[in-house]
């Protein structure tokens, strides 16, 4: 072995990755040591581990492993950072330690994985573990299982999942191994001990002799619970209890903890859910409504199997619980029934929750079937009943409970009964609120009294079990008019009723005061027995109950009992004899006293009332007896007193009595007329007024207003009515409004408003307003019906009262105000203190009308209907009914389920129009709507992720309105939320957010089913949807204040490691805007009135809650330091201090210089110490050894600040580190490595901000070490620069622009020839952007450092330059060419050399660029005057310069740094050239200088020339005056010459006509610029699409339009037409034009030319003329094979079509025959494949027999002619060039070829050599006769045929230069004189034009309308062509051009096109042709003659006049011809 002294000096961490294993133990015993010498848990020394504590563990020397074991434990339980390496390490123990022989490794392994369950890392441990049961070595199961099995029992099973080990336990069981059975046995008896019997039902399935041992083993085991003997780091709380308790014994406080200890599980969470759904039989549906129940039978047999399932997969179960409902309702098989509701059970208990919404449906229908006397079918509807109870709640089910509660039938009644008295047994005071409690007393109080005994029986069980729950005190209320007989019933009912859990409920005293503040497991499933409910409740009864004990008002309420007792008593007060009155009264009054109260005398009767008055003063409350004194005052006279002193002592006394004795109603009832009679008494008005105040507070005012207002109203005078109203208005505000009955008096206040007397009018407006006060909108309702004018009058009151809160109350009624206070408090928490009690008894209140009648089935069909229509009618009536009843009940029938569909409708209008019924549905229904939030709630939040805003507006304005009645928790209880959150829809999600986090923060508890929210709210966090994470950011903190921090940080243990810290550091920051819950609010009196006040101030502070969150980003200060207030903990509690402290730290140096600690980081990388600054997204390690390295050189608060999740810290630390830069230069440049590597991880950021603030930092930071004089080392340069580079790529503008500058800075403190291979690396780039500005850059670095720059060599280095001439990207070949272009400029030709070879292209392309380079160098002298001159040009200083991207302005250094990068070309090119082109305003120029620079910088865009467009645009109405539209776009374009090109094109298709003009001109002068046309290369098919488009556009708008001036149409006409011309001149680019774009192209021209509202227009004929000649030039010269295709394609399309006529097919046929009279010229170039592909698609569509069928032969006779042309020119050679077609056996056309080339087989071979006769001329020197005379008439056949004359003339005279003595006499001497001088002079043409003499252009080519071009050379037929040719050779003589150009751009348009108008293009047919159609060709020849002529003759003569008379003459001829043709046919 190697020299140990070698590794013994490496230090730890290099030790322990050694390959020599005695290294490694070394390095771990060495680790061991210093891990447990390291205090600090957050030391930086761990980071350094984190990596190697896998390999510690998976360590191959068993030996060393152990070590590698002790270490990594003690690394595990001391390192802050221990967490993140959970999943790798727990891995390597369970694959590499578990399978160890050695027991201590194994022990070690177990130890560590159970030190990671202790730092909160459980869920990975249980990950890993589970996965190591699959694993095949049983070894390794018996560890993990054995492992599992310690972690229970030491952390239990809160920490440990069960769920996920009871799924895998079974199969353990089964395994071969003895061991791993023996360890589940133990791991499962493990698990039993923690809970119980739920381990019964996954097992069941397991071996029957190992369940028996199992049952063996569990009944050994003690009963006391389990306790969690281990502890998380986040409990250290309870281990300190812990170990106090097992220091004390651990006797004292079990009871206590035994609840708490077990949270029982519950065996339903531990089963997998079934999918039923599915698994139903197909034709269920059918069989159910069969008419035989046999079929029925089976079909519930089926599902009742399927139900049975102990837990069902969640689903839409809407179709087979109505079907089960409709058996259950309708079915007249009792068994059938009772099977139907077994499967209702089963159902629910399997769903849970889940089945809550359908709850609503089905209790009804089983109500109503409890008639059935049967007790098969009635247990069954108990047993599903009580089922279906535990999936909703009392409240939901309320309504339809009470519905029955009246029913004729006996039978119903007791069963309702009995129901509720079971429901009652689950609830607890929480759950069943005096609000529930009040209707179903009242209903089973007249059920006590009911003449059937089982109904009275069953009553008295409901209130006994009631009483039971929420005690005697609550129910005693409602049970005021029961005698005493009955009451000691019902407690002797309450002393039986067990409740389940063995809760003791709330019957004892207050020692037992602690029911379960939850509802104990509310969702307890019966037991599966079929036997009655009885049983199951004794069964649920053993269960324990969860939730934590409630301290509630025990000791008030208890105290209180035996009083309320007796008070309810008197309170149904006896009525007594007046005998006993006088009897008691003579008791307590003096007998004058008695004796006077009748006297006649009125002053006696004054002294009686005085004595009286004094009695009752001094009386003891216990003793007076109220209804005898009050009697005494009713005595004769009593309110008939006449005298008013007297009245006026009565009533105060009677007032007196009733606030000082126990005033009961009967006494109130003896005083109340008289009282009421008085009130209008203006005397005693006021007393009576008191008075019955007082029996209000006595008696409760709503009783006692009830009573006054009826009294009042049956008396006649309108006085005493009116005051009465007046009382009562101002009674409310005193009382408040709790408890007021509506109903009771809204008839009498209506009667008011209708009074004639105006006072009464008066008083009833002045009480609703009152009303209005507290009970808001609603009251409206009930006068709705009233006369306009009255209304108005109300609505004038309310508006009043609008905005004002109702007083708070100052007078109670007095036993409420003695017990009420107690319990009021408690009940406002229903419902997180949303409307209170109150507000829920106004809604109440209102009579409200049932509706499910007229929800027929036809209204819920029509509304389900197909047709959309009748959907709406069927809404429209639905909207309709609800209105008309106003306020409706909750039973609305069918309706939920036919609107829920409606929520999903296609057809968004019925959406919206749901919507708004639904919203109207609110307003109606009240509190009922509770029972409705499953199932049509929650669809509303559905379509809250419609894309449509303005539906998810109307769906958001709907839900708050439901939230408004139903209050928030029964939207989050349950699933339903939580599922509609897992919709991955980015709307929905941020509206369902936005929502929450604006009602959390108002509700004081929260059900805990929200916490399924957070995992989704977690996901939002980091959504891609920007708006989604910003609501889900706001709703963070609300979640969090109902949930708590560590719950939420617990959940975070799922998520992925790198969301899991964005996401933890979001909570930290919610966590500090968390809002305060809303305090308990302080009960008022009641009504909504106490409620609102209270809502308003906690919703603002959660609104200024939220507000401090977003803004806490803005001032960072707030949470640091001095906002450490708002924090809890004691961090909050010297917020001053910290303050300070911070800012005293902030004030030293922020970079520490320490003496060569740069040197010893350049030293520790080299040496690999530390990593490699070298990756492509950092990732947490570089970040970690980042903060290791910064954390001695940099100050705490600043490294703080840079490594903070807010981007604002870093932009606020980089402003610090610019303001230090110069103060602390020297410390800087220490750092300058950290710095840089920092700000290479800020490049990886997306945020610009930071970004722009960054580059701002680094142009100072360079001009700095510039200044100072300072070089970067390689070290510092290899760790920033790549980084830099990859920025210079960015999208955006100013941050390349900064990047470059930053680039040019560096080349001064770096050597620019080692800046070179970072760029040359930048150019390998993915991002074109990044490689055009690297070569860019690359160029200028050449340009101003040589050649010599290149590195490692020139020739290396440009070689990879030159392959980017060839990039797919415009700006990267442009960059690449001029980086070329500025090495030519240093080295001349040298150039070609280094770049080695190109491809043909692209070095025409470099030759091309650098040939317009050297042009401008001539300019470079001038260019230094200039350069101010030009900086000036090119930022004009106008505002309306839309494109440039800053003003002139600008900082002079920063121009220096963006005209760096132009150096190459500023020299060369400083001088502007006018634009040549007059007629085309400069605005719309195309900036040609810069297109032939070609550059593709980036400073800015000065492609168009800009000026103001304001006069230019007037004329024209336009109204955007600047066309200002395109720069958006413009700015994201890159800044090329494609793009300008790019952009003046997409103007050709501009709406606007004066914009295309503009466009086309900009355009056609480019192209007409020979050595310029080049820059459209690329962009044809763009241009010809544009045009294309622009012309359709013409056709539908311009044309149809009177408005748009047609002259405007016919100028865009000619520009369009002059354009295209111009583009098919220049031959390159016409060949670039592909099929698809050419088949638009000729369509268009076509339709253009049948256009007949173009002949219409003045000079619409010219247009179609000029068309014409179009037409021709794109035939010509476009790519040939492109042109024939899409002819081929464009006629199969129009003889498809029955649109299109005639004349238009035949146009294109007239185009194809031209296209086939080129062929002999075309062969050679054409794609043969591809046509016969073409033709055979054809020939496919149309066989030879559709074909024939055509009204017209043509298309046949066009498709021979081509296919024999074809055939002839190629003969049998044509045959090899069918390869595209695919089944060629399928073709018609490869018989037809062969057929055709048999026919021309003697030809075929001279034909076929015709492509080689030029090779063959020039090698073949001796040929014989024959083969010389064959050549040279196949020349001569050339010269006479019309469009090969030239070629045959030139072949003649390369044959001629050839054999010199070749003998043409034979062939000239058959032929006129005329064609034998032609061809002399032919031939001393050429030959002077290949001496150079002259130069020809070519000539455009000869329109020929004769037959096939190999006709004989008949004298006849050549006569026109040699005309035409003479006429050639005359102008050209004359120096007179044979091309002229289309003047449609420039020119007049008056003037006739100078080109001979094809018309007779129009007029020519094919090759087989009739004699007058001969003679209509060479009239037509002859009068393009003549047109040539004439205009060659008024060139001769400068002549401005036309002669137009030959022309005309020709017109007549034609017309004449076509008279002569049509006799004929």
């Known amino acids: 072995m190697g020299d140990d002294s070698e590794w013994m000096k490496l230090p730890i961490d290099q030790k322990c990755e050694h390959k020599v294993w005695k290294a490694r133990l070394n390095g771990y015993e060495e680790a061991l040591k210093l891990f447990q010498r390291i205090q600090d848990e ?20 068993a030996v060393a492993q152990l070590k590698g074991l002790e270490a990594a434990l003690v690394f595990i339980e001391n390192a802050h950072v221990a967490g993140k390496t959970a999943g790798e390490v727990v891995s390597g123990v369970v694959t590499k330690v578990f399978n160890q022989p050695k027991a201590r490794a194994k022990e070690l392994g177990a130890d560590i994985c159970l030190m990671y369950v202790e730092i909160e890392k459980a869920e990975v441990v249980q990950d890993e573990l589970l996965k190591g049961l699959d694993n095949k070595n049983p070894k390794i199961v018996v560890a993990c299982i054995e492992t599992l099995r310690k972690a229970l029992s030491e952390f239990g099973s809160k920490i440990v999942m069960l769920k996920l080990v009871v799924k895998v336990l079974p199969k353990q069981f089964e395994s071969r191994e003895k061991a791993v059975r023996d360890e589940a046995k133990l791991l499962a008896v493990e698990i039993y001990r923690w809970i119980r019997d739920a381990l019964r039902p996954p097992l069941q399935n397991i071996n029957s002799v190992q369940l028996k041992e199992l049952e063996e083993e569990w009944t050994k085991l003690p009963s006391s619970p389990p306790k969690q003997s281990r502890f998380l780091r986040s409990q250290q709380d309870l281990k300190a209890k812990f170990e106090q308790q097992q220091a004390q014994g651990g006797e004292q406080s079990d009871g206590e903890d035994e609840e708490q ?112 006397k049967k007790l098969q079918v009635v247990q069954a509807l108990q047993e599903a009943i009580d089922a279906i109870f535990l999936t909703t709640t009392l409240q939901n089910l309320s309504e339809d409970i009470l519905a029955v509660m009246d029913n004729k039938n006996p039978s119903i009644k007791q069963q309702a009964s009995l129901f509720l008295a079971r429901s009652f047994r689950h609830c607890t005071q929480a759950t069943l609120p005096k609000s529930l409690l009040k209707p179903f007393c009242a209903a089973l109080i007249k059920q006590v009294n009911d003449s059937a ?29 029961l005698d005493k007989l009955k009451l000691d019933k019902i407690k002797e009912c309450a002393d039986k009723v067990e409740l389940p859990g063995g809760r003791k409920g709330a019957a004892g005293g207050a020692a037992e005061k602690k029911p379960g503040a939850k509802a104990a497991p509310a969702a307890e499933p019966p037991s599966r027995s079929s036997a009655p409910p009885k049983k199951t409740q004794t069964a649920a009864a053993s269960k324990p109950s969860s939730g934590p004990p409630k301290k509630g008002k025990a000791a008030s309420s208890a105290g209180g009992k035996t009083k309320k007792t007796s008070d309810s008593k008197e309170v149904a007060e006896t009525e007594l004899s007046p005998e006993a009155c006088e009897d008691l009264a003579a008791g307590v009054l003096p007998a004058s006293c008695l004796q006077q109260l009748d006297s006649a005398n009125w002053k006696e009767r004054l002294a009686s009332m005085e004595e009286f008055q004094r009695a009752v003063e001094t009386m003891d409350k216990a003793v007076m007896p109220c209804q005898a004194l009050v009697r005494m005052l009713a005595k004769k006279p009593g309110w008939k007193e006449t005298n008013f002193q007297v009245m006026q002592m009565k009533l105060h006394i009677a007032a007196l009595v009733a606030q000082r004795g126990q005033f009961s109603k009967t006494s109130a009832s003896v005083v109340l007329d008289g009282l009421v009679d008085k009130i209008g008494d203006v005397k005693c008005g006021g007393n009576a007024k008191e008075a019955l105040t007082a029996v209000g507070e006595a008696c409760s005012l709503p009783w006692t207003a009830e009573q006054v207002v009826s009294m009042a109203f049956a008396q006649k005078n309108p006085k005493n009515q009116a005051e009465t109203l007046n009382w009562l208005a101002n009674a409310m505000k005193e009382f408040g409004f709790a408890g007021i009955n509506v109903k009771g008096f809204i008839n009498n206040v209506k009667t008011a408003l209708g009074a004639t007397n105006p006072a009464v009018r008066t008083a009833a407006i002045t009480l609703l307003g009152v009303m209005h006060l507290y009970m808001g909108a609603p009251l409206r309702m009930f006068f709705e019906d009233e006369k306009p004018a009255l209304l108005s009058q109300i609505d004038a009151e309310f508006e009043k009262m609008q905005g004002q809160s109702p007083p708070a109350p100052t007078r109670f009624t007095k036993k409420a105000a003695a017990e009420e206070e107690g319990d009021e408090g408690e009940e406002q928490d229903e419902d997180g203190g949303g409307g209170g009690g109150g507000g829920q008894d106004i809604m109440d209140l209102l009579p409200r009308t049932d509706i499910s009648d007229k929800i027929s089935s036809d209204l819920v069909s029509k509304i389900g209907d197909k047709n959309w229509k009748i959907r709406k009618e069927g809404l429209d009536e639905t909207a309709a009914v609800i209105s008309e009843a106003k306020f409706i009940t909750a039973n609305i029938g069918e309706l939920p389920l036919a609107l829920k569909g409606r929520l999903g409708d296609s057809n968004k209008i019925l959406v919206q129009q749901t919507l708004s019924i639904l919203q109207q549905l609110a307003a109606a229904m009240g509190p009922g709507l509770k029972q409705h939030v499953k199932a049509l709630g929650f669809p509303i939040i559905t379509v809250l992720g419609d894309s449509k805003p303005n539906l998810r507006t109307a769906a958001m304005v709907t839900l708050q309105a439901w939230v408004e009645q139903t209050g928030m928790k029964d939207w989050l209880e349950g699933e339903d939320l939580s599922e509609e959150l897992k919709r991955e829809n980015p709307f929905l999600r941020q509206e369902v957010f936005g929502w929450l986090s604006e009602k959390l923060p108002t509700l004081r508890t929260v059900p805990g089913d929200l916490m399924l929210c957070v995992p989704l709210l977690f996901t939002c966090l980091e959504d891609r949807n920007a708006d989604v994470r910003k609501k889900a950011q706001d709703a963070l903190p609300t979640f969090m204040m109902h949930l708590g921090y560590d719950k939420m940080i617990k959940a975070t243990g799922k998520l992925k490691p790198a969301s899991k810290d964005q996401v933890v550091a979001m909570l930290e920051k919610a966590r500090a805007v968390m809002p305060a819950k809303p305090a308990v609010l302080a009960k008022s009196g009641g009504g909504k009135g106490s409620a609102e006040p209270s809502r308003a101030p906690s919703a603002s502070r959660s609104a200024a809650a939220s507000e401090d969150f977003s803004d806490s980003k803005s001032e960072p200060k707030k949470v640091r330091g001095g906002g450490g207030a708002a924090k809890k903990g004691p961090a909050g509690k010297k917020p001053g201090a910290k303050g300070q402290k911070d800012e005293e730290d902030k004030s030293g140096p922020i970079f520490i210089l320490i003496p060569n600690a740069k040197e010893q980081r350049i030293k520790e990388e080299k040496q690999l110490k530390i990593l490699k600054w070298n990756f492509i997204t950092p990732r947490d390690e570089y970040v970690e050894q980042l903060k290791t390295q910064m954390s001695t050189c940099f100050a705490k608060w600043l490294q703080d600040e840079l490594f903070h999740f807010d981007f604002q810290r870093h932009v606020k630390a980089i402003g610090v580190m610019m303001e230090r830069l110069e103060s602390e230069s020297d410390a800087t440049i220490s750092c300058l490595d950290l710095i840089l590597k920092w700000f290479t991880f800020r490049f990886f950021d ?64 770096y050597p620019a020839s080692k800046l070179f291979p970072f760029l040359m690396e930048g150019t390998k780039s993915k991002n074109s952007k990044q490689r055009a500005e690297c070569l860019e850059e690359l160029g200028c670095l050449i340009e101003g450092y040589g050649v010599n720059v290149c590195q490692p060599t020139p020739a290396k280095s440009l070689k990879e330059i030159a392959v980017h001439i060839g990039d797919r990207d415009t700006s990267v070949r442009n960059a690449a060419l001029n980086t070329v272009v500025a090495v030519y400029n240093v080295c001349g030709d040298q150039v070609y050399k280094l770049i080695g070879n190109l491809s043909e292209k692209d070095m025409s392309m470099l030759e091309e660029r650098i040939k317009r380079s050297a042009k401008k160098t001539h300019a470079a002298a001038p260019a230094k005057q200039n350069a101010a001159e030009k900086t000036q040009r090119e930022h004009p200083t106008n505002p309306n310069a839309t494109f440039l991207r800053k003003p002139a302005q600008e900082d002079p250094n920063k121009l220096k740094i963006m005209y760096r990068t132009y150096r190459i070309h500023s020299r060369q090119n400083a001088q502007h050239n006018e634009p040549s082109h007059p007629s085309i305003p400069k605005e719309f120029q195309l900036d040609l200088d810069m297109i032939e620079r070609d550059q593709s910088r980036v400073s800015e865009l000065p492609d168009l020339v800009q000026h103001k467009l304001d006069e230019l645009l007037e004329p024209i109405m336009i109204p955007e005056p600047k066309i200002r539209s395109v720069s958006p776009h413009f700015d994201d374009l890159h800044n090329s010459t494609a793009s300008t090109i790019n952009f003046v094109i997409s103007q050709v298709a501009s709406g606007d006509i004066s914009t295309s003009i503009q466009a086309l001109a900009q355009i056609d002068e480019v192209l007409r610029q020979e050595d310029k046309a080049d820059v459209m290369s690329g962009h044809i098919d763009q241009l010809l699409i544009a045009t294309i488009m622009q012309l359709r556009l013409i056709n539908s708008r311009y044309l149809a339009h009177d408005r748009v001036d047609k002259r405007d149409v016919i100028k865009l006409y000619s520009c369009i037409i002059g354009n295209m011309l111009s583009l098919f001149s220049v031959e390159p680019l016409a060949k670039e034009a592909s099929v698809g774009v050419l088949k638009d192209l000729m369509h268009g021209l076509i339709t253009l030319m049948l256009d007949s509202r173009v002949e219409d227009v003045e000079d619409g004929t010219q247009v179609i003329r000029s068309v014409n000649l ?93 296919l024999h042309t074809l055939c002839k020119l190629t003969g049998a050679k044509i045959l090899d060039h069918l390869s595209m077609i695919e089944n060629r056996n399928e073709s018609e056309l490869e018989p037809y070829l062969r057929r055709v080339v048999k026919q021309y087989g003697n030809l075929s071979g001279s034909k076929s050599d015709r492509g080689n006769e030029k090779g063959g001329l020039r090698t073949d020197d001796h040929m014989s006769k024959a083969k010389v005379s064959d050549v040279l008439s196949e020349i001569f056949k050339k010269i006479g045929s019309k469009e090969n004359t030239k070629e045959g003339l030139m072949e003649l005279y390369e044959y001629k230069q050839k054999y010199s003595d070749a003998d043409l006499e034979p062939f000239l001497k058959n032929t006129s004189q005329f064609f034998q001088s032609y061809v002399e002079r032919g031939l001393r043409m050429i030959e002077s034009e290949r001496e150079g003499k002259t130069r020809i252009q070519s000539s455009s080519v000869i329109p020929q309308h004769g037959v096939d071009s190999s006709l004989s050379s008949n004298n006849d037929e050549l006569k026109p062509a040699v005309y035409y040719e003479r006429l050639k050779i005359l102008r050209q003589r004359q120096g007179l051009e044979n091309t002229s150009r289309q003047q449609g751009v420039g020119g007049n348009e008056d003037e006739p096109p100078q080109r001979p108008a094809i018309s007779s293009l129009l007029s020519s047919k094919p090759p087989v042709a009739s004699s007058t159609d001969m003679l209509h060709s060479k009239l037509s020849q002859l009068k393009e003659s003549r047109e040539l002529y004439q205009q060659e003759h008024n060139a001769h003569a400068n002549s401005p006049t036309h002669g137009r008379s030959a022309p005309a003459n020709l017109d007549d001829l034609k017309k004449r011809l076509e008279r002569i043709k049509s006799n004929r046919q």
């Not at 930086?44 to 563990?57: A, D, S, T």
């Not at 005994?453 to 005690?471: H, I, N, S, Y």
């Not at 040939?1680 to 079509?1697: C, V």
């Open 42 to 61: 957050k030391s930086p020394e761990w980071g350094k581990f984190l990596g190697l504590i896998k390999k510690f563990v998976t360590e191959s020397n």
């Open 1670 to 1762: 179009l037409v021709i030039r794109v035939l010509e010269h476009s790519d040939q094979t492109n042109m024939i295709s899409a002819l081929l394609e464009l006629l199969q399309d129009t003889l498809i079509s029955t649109v299109v006529s005639s004349t238009f097919s035949e146009l294109i046929m007239k185009c194809l025959w031209r296209m086939i009279r080129l062929l002999p010229e075309t062969i050679n170039s054409i794609n043969l494949d591809r046509i016969l592909l073409d033709v055979h698609n054809f020939m496919k569509v149309f066989p030879k027999e559709k074909l024939k069928q055509l009204k017209t032969d043509v298309p046949h006779r066009t498709l021979k002619t081509l």
């Open 261 to 372: 200890a077990v949270a029982a599980v519950d065996p339903y969470d531990l089963l997998e859910p079934v999918e039923i759904l599915s698994k139903m039989p197909k034709d269920f549906y059918e069989k159910i409504e069969a008419k035989k129940w046999q079929e029925r039978k089976e079909a519930l047999e089926a599902v009742e199997v399927l139900t049975k399932n102990p837990k069902l997969e969640n689903g839409d179960y809407g179709d087979l619980v109505r079907a089960l409902k409709k058996v259950v309702g309708k079915d007249a098989n009792v068994m059938l029934v009772s099977m139907a509701a077994k499967c209702l059970a089963a159902l629910a208990s399997g769903l849970r929750k889940k089945f809550g919404s359908y709850a609503g449906q089905v209790v009804p229908t089983i109500l109503e079937k409890f008639k059935e």
């Open 1246 to 1309: 997306t945020n610009t901000t930071v970004l722009m603030k960054v580059l701002e930092y680094l142009k100072l930071l360079f001009a700095m070490l510039n200044r100072e004089n300072y070089h970067l080392t390689e070290y510092e340069a290899n760790s920033f620069v790549p980084y830099l580079i990859l920025k210079v790529g960015e999208s955006k503008d100013v941050v390349r622009k900064d990047v470059r500058a930053i680039l040019t800075m560096l080349c001064k403190v």
């Open 453 to 481: 005994p089982e109904v009275r029986d069953a009553a008295f069980e409901a209130l006994g079990t009631a009483m039971k729950v929420v005690g005697e005190k609550a129910v005693n209320l409602f049970l005021a008019d």
